[in-house]
């Protein structure tokens, strides 16, 4: 089971962090990603960490202002979010994946946490 948290409402410019704790299971035996879905929109890729850390993947649209990591002693990944922007506004979801496979092909998720970002 995965659980996300650290969604909120933030200003334009703002900043957030998200965790994903995952329960019942281990992270280090899987790659792990965030994902968003926006009101009336499909569901899309953020940012993704290789099982153990070395290699990353963002979005372009967050590039350069989100930085994934993880924590396998901790069994948590995180998404630090910075110079956020209206357009972010949206469900963020964790998601693992098997180690075999990248890009991240996700068959796990957790539930998601609510960011806005106003204006």
């Known amino acids: 089971q995965l659980q996300a948290f650290g969604g909120g409402l933030v200003q334009a410019g703002g900043s957030l962090r998200l965790s994903c704790v995952a329960s019942?299971?281990?992270?280090?035996?899987?790659?792990m990603g965030w994902f968003r879905q926006a009101p009336g929109k499909e569901r899309e890729f953020v940012a993704a960490i290789s099982w153990g850390g070395a290699t990353t993947s963002y979005a372009d649209s967050v590039k350069g202002r989100c930085t994934i990591s993880r924590n396998n002693s901790k069994n948590t990944v995180y998404m630090q979010m910075n110079s956020l922007k209206p357009e972010d506004t949206a469900v963020y979801y964790c998601a693992a994946a098997d180690r075999t496979t990248w890009p991240l092909r996700p068959h796990t998720w957790g539930q998601g946490t609510q960011v806005t970002v106003s204006s």
């Open positions: 019942g299971r281990t992270i280090s035996n899987y790659h």
